[in-house]
């Protein structure tokens, strides 16, 4: 009688443990059809480390936090290649210099409708914005989350200004209207 307990036990266990959800839904492929759509910013931060370097030493000069929020950009991408946006946000940048307190300010970016072009890179799962005049999608990013509703970026830059070096992290996520 054990053995008949112990085995019934083991299936309903078992039986239990298989019926897992089966389905999933399809990957989608990232591919500029795929791509094109009409999409609204949800997210916008960048963190920025300016450096320099004394006695050989690298050295932190100032770490800067930007922020946007109360977006109202349109983003227009294209099957083609090719994208359009504009809008405005606000932005909310703390500045911190080394030794002093945070400096905090607030502006609001306004920009017209432009257009540029795009090219996407599946094998590095990247996309290159160029544009002559908007500086919000310029660049290589790194595509990060891909699906029906969203689409999300981060780029990582460092540039060298003088003696100055700043590397930026920036996130950057749309949704599909």
Do not use: H, W
Not at 85 to 114: L, W
């Amino acid at each position: 009688m054990k053995t008949l307990k112990l085995i019934l036990f083991a299936v309903i266990t078992s039986t239990i443990l298989s019926c897992a959800d089966n389905s999933t839904e399809p990957e989608l492929i990232l591919s500029n059809e795929s791509l094109a759509g009409n999409y609204d910013i949800t997210v916008l931060d960048s963190d920025l480390e300016t450096s320099t370097v004394v006695a050989d030493v690298p050295v932190t000069v100032a770490n800067a936090s930007l922020v946007g929020d109360t977006f109202q950009v349109d983003v227009i991408i294209n099957a083609d290649g090719t994208f359009s946006a504009g809008g405005q946000y606000r932005v909310v940048s703390t500045i911190t210099p080394i030794g002093t307190a945070p400096i905090t300010e607030t502006e609001i970016i306004t920009f017209d409708p432009s257009s540029g072009s795009y090219i996407l890179n599946t094998l590095q799962n990247t996309i290159t914005f160029s544009s002559q005049d908007m500086s919000l999608l310029e660049g290589t990013f790194n595509v990060i989350v891909f699906n029906e509703t969203t689409f999300t970026l981060n780029q990582q830059v460092e540039e060298t200004l003088g003696d100055l070096t700043v590397k930026a992290n920036v996130n950057l996520s749309l949704e599909r209207k």
